[in-house]
């Protein structure tokens, strides 16, 4: 189906190359997983094949070749008909691939539009067929949203259906489960296999997640800075890896069932100094003050203007009553939807409940002036689920940064903040040159870490991270999980770590809340919840964590 021969591909006459003689080959109906680090060349590689590489990109030398036909001859029109209908791709952040002016269901009709012979009111159909296969709740109204209306993990299943509404011959899936939660990734990967046995579609699947490319996987190809570290049958590769950084790899995620005090991190393999840690001691919080209160707390969406629309709102939260405490790590779950990010945005202020009371160190946040309130903004800080949109893409880094410590008049002058800024930005493992890049320049990991750079810039005692490790590779997520936790132990602060990933949040959390449909059905400390789920709820998704 598909063969890749020596593969070259620069971004400038002068630069090294970001994919370095890569080999590979798909035959009809077989899954090729694609791993390796942020910036080691996989998605380059996929936007190779689709004709999709930036206007400076240099193939140096090798060839592509889709079902005998050499693609990279292809000219404008040829790429029309090939791409959708041949060969299609689940690009990797569905906020920035989807168009914010067009409504979801309008984008997901355009390829059977443009690519089959159906009339428009076939095609939606089709399309809300598939919108019910992905399982997107309330099918019609995701059909005439506009992308910023859905969750991450919504807009993640928007493209999925648009890119296998044509049935493609081979699907080019580029991280498409990093934004779901694990019931619905399970019941994705299911539905990418049955597609796979109906039409004999072929798959390269791009993932960091080692436990969904162990379930997929027929072949794995491991990159490193371009270039191939192992390639080979999936079980081979998983089972006796033969270099280190595939080692690394497979041991960077948190365990299921231990909590180390430190995660092991890639390079700690390649440079051959890789240490063995104790197990976190438990903290009792009794004799802790509390940080957070929040009582009875609700929220609707929806327009409640008029009587006929009333039954058309929906509740995003019901009755949520938490407690958190100073140095607390406390672990939000629960499928897509179901509340999670809205708390935390009701907490920060950028939602406002309707019902309930949210104190923080023992003042309403809701009923506090404009004034007060922006006094205490500076304390409560979040980290976005999407790095690389809730940064200003006009902006340089340092200018991000910079900014919020001006507003709020942190440190004497301005001297004083830069010297911050270039202090924050080595604290998160970039370099002080990084402050006069714009965020495009970096990759997904490292804008990660410029948001974790401007959250801590205001001196906060409470961090919400939204999904801050969901789009990051294993051996960078556990960078940075380390990171958050010296971060923690040096400032003392207070974390509520919103995730899907079950792992990560054990590892992570002091105590653990399970959300569904806007209601905490389960609360406990957290490996009690993870090794002994009371909940039908809580043991359905431990049941779908792909190990």
Same mark, same amino acid.
């Given at each position: ?80 008909? =090939? ?7 689940? =690009? ?123 379930? #997929? ?32 790899? #497979? ?65 995003? !939260? ?40 949210? =104190? ?27 790095? =690389? ?35 924050? !930005? ?29 959250? #801590? ?14 789009? #990051? ?75």
């Amino acid at each position: 189906m598909l063969n890749i021969n020596n593969l070259s591909i620069a971004f400038s006459p002068s630069a090294d190359a970001v994919v370095k003689n890569l080999s590979l080959s798909v035959k009809k109906g077989e899954t090729l997983a694609i791993v390796g680090e942020s910036g080691s060349g996989k998605s380059v590689t996929s936007l190779a094949m689709l004709g999709l590489l930036a206007p400076n990109a240099i193939i140096q030398n090798g060839g592509i070749t889709v079902e005998g036909k050499n693609v990279l001859e292809f000219e404008n029109e040829d790429w029309l008909k =090939f791409r959708g209908q041949q060969v299609a791709m689940i =690009f990797q952040e569905p906020m920035t691939a989807l168009n914010p002016s067009l409504k979801c269901g309008e984008q997901a009709m355009e390829p059977l539009l443009n690519h089959s012979k159906l009339g428009r009111s076939e095609v939606k159909k089709e399309i809300l067929s598939l919108f019910k296969k992905v399982k997107l709740p309330e099918p019609e109204r995701a059909f005439d949203s506009y992308p910023h209306q859905l969750s991450g993990g919504q807009r993640q299943r928007v493209m999925i259906a648009m890119a296998i509404s044509c049935k493609p011959k081979l699907l080019i899936a580029d991280e498409p489960t990093t934004a779901l939660d694990v019931t619905v990734q399970k019941e994705i990967l299911d539905l990418l296999q049955d597609l796979q046995k109906d039409t004999g579609m072929s798959m390269i699947f791009i993932s960091h997640d080692l436990g969904v490319v162990k379930h #997929l996987a027929h072949k794995i190809l491991v990159m490193f800075r371009g270039e191939t570290m192992e390639y080979g049958p999936a079980k081979e590769v998983l089972e006796n890896p033969s270099s280190a950084y595939t080692k690394g790899l #497979l041991s960077c995620k948190p365990p299921l069932n231990a909590k180390p005090f430190r995660l092991p991190v890639v390079q700690d393999f390649l440079a051959g100094t890789v240490k063995t840690y104790d197990e976190k001691t438990p903290i009792d919080f009794s004799d802790k003050q509390q940080l957070l209160s929040i009582k009875n707390v609700a929220k609707w969406f929806g327009d409640s203007s008029s009587f006929f629309k009333k039954s058309a709102r929906t509740q995003a !939260l019901k009755d949520v009553t938490l407690n958190v405490f100073e140095g607390e790590v406390l672990g939000l779950v629960g499928e897509s939807g179901c509340g999670k990010s809205t708390l935390g945005k009701c907490i920060v202020g950028l939602e406002n409940p309707e019902v309930g009371e949210i =104190f923080y160190n023992g003042k309403d946040l809701l009923t506090l002036g404009k004034s007060e309130r922006q006094k205490l903004r500076k304390e409560v800080q979040i980290i976005f689920q999407d790095p =690389f949109s809730s940064l200003n893409p006009k902006q340089k880094v340092g200018d991000v940064i910079l900014e919020p410590m001006t507003v709020h008049k942190i440190e004497n002058n301005k001297k004083a903040r830069l010297e911050r800024v270039t202090w924050l !930005l080595e604290k998160v493992g970039l370099t002080k040159e990084s402050a006069g890049k714009y965020p495009h320049e970096f990759s997904g990991g490292q804008r990660q870490r410029i948001g974790i750079a401007r959250a #801590l810039a205001l001196k906060p005692k409470l961090i919400i991270c939204d999904e801050s490790v969901s789009a #990051l590779d294993v051996s960078v997520q556990a960078q940075v999980l380390n990171l958050l936790n010296d971060l923690k132990d040096e400032f003392g602060f207070t974390y509520i770590f919103i995730s899907h990933d079950l792992s990560v949040v054990h590892y992570m959390s002091d105590h653990l809340a399970v959300l569904n449909k806007g209601e905490i059905v389960e609360y406990g400390e957290a490996t009690s919840v993870y090794q002994n789920p009371k909940q039908a709820y809580t043991k359905k998704l431990l049941n779908s964590v792909l190990e």
